[in-house]
């Protein structure tokens, strides 16, 4: 325990130390993804909002719904579910598409998947600010259980984060991942009940969708927001572990092959 104490420790000290090329791959990030469209940074926005829009039209309006506040619902998943694919998909390239700086400067390769984990979560925030707008306009209550949603966000930066961590490292390893993981992705998807309810499935069908992680978090958006209830203390541990095993497994990959990255890259 006090060795993995002093080296989350150490990490923070190193991030410290290299803070200014931090923030510099953060703005680098961030403005990298949109760089040379003619709408630039407004596509964080209008990105999400055009998706939901063609979610809502296709399973809305064409195959019709029975679900209270759907709008909200469907938000609520697509929110969720984008940050994670964006984070996670950026994290990664982290390593490769920066093995030209982390060759030839001896600074910690986790500092590049950091960087692109925050740009995500900028867009993640953009995007929560507009969810908060369609929330008030669909006139749901503001309630101190609003609060309680920070818990979720930092469970899935986390989560993200130690995903980042070890897609990367099996991305150096074996180049075929970003196909795999696009796979994977689309299957999570479907898995993260984002445009359909899981209420007519039997009980112990619904208690296997907790088993995916995204849906984990994205039922704890809705039970806040559309049914403001708090979920149950199991459910708060549950969405602890989740991200605790995967930032957990992500480090000690890092750390075990930490130096066998570069001869990979």
Known sequence: MTNRKDGINLMFQK????????EELVKR??????????LGMAWSI???LLNLLIMWMVFNTFFGNNVNHYV????AGQL??????????????????NSAIFTKI????????????????????????????????EGLPFTWKFLLLFYPIVCLVIFNTGLGLILSAM?????????????????????SAIFYTIDNYSYTVQCAFLLNPVYLYIRYFRKIVIDSDIPTPQFHLLAAAYALIAFGVGCWMYKKYNHEFLYYV
């Open 15 to 22: 991030l410290k130390k290299h803070q200014f090329l931090f």
């Open 29 to 38: 990030d961030f403005t990298k993804k949109y760089k040379r469209t003619v």
């Open 46 to 48: 209008l990105s999400p």
């Open 72 to 75: 909200i619902y469907l938000f």
């Open 80 to 97: 969720v579910f984008s940050y994670f694919g964006d984070a996670t998909s950026m994290g990664m390239n982290s390593l490769l598409g």
């Open 106 to 137: 001896n600074i910690p390769k986790y500092l590049f998947l950091f960087s692109q984990n925050i740009s995500s979560l900028i867009n993640f925030g953009l995007t929560l600010v507009i969810f908060f707008i369609f929330v008030a306009a």
């Open 171 to 191: 991305q150096v390893f074996f180049r075929d991942m970003q196909y795999l993981w696009g796979i994977l992705t689309q299957l999570i998807m479907w898995m």
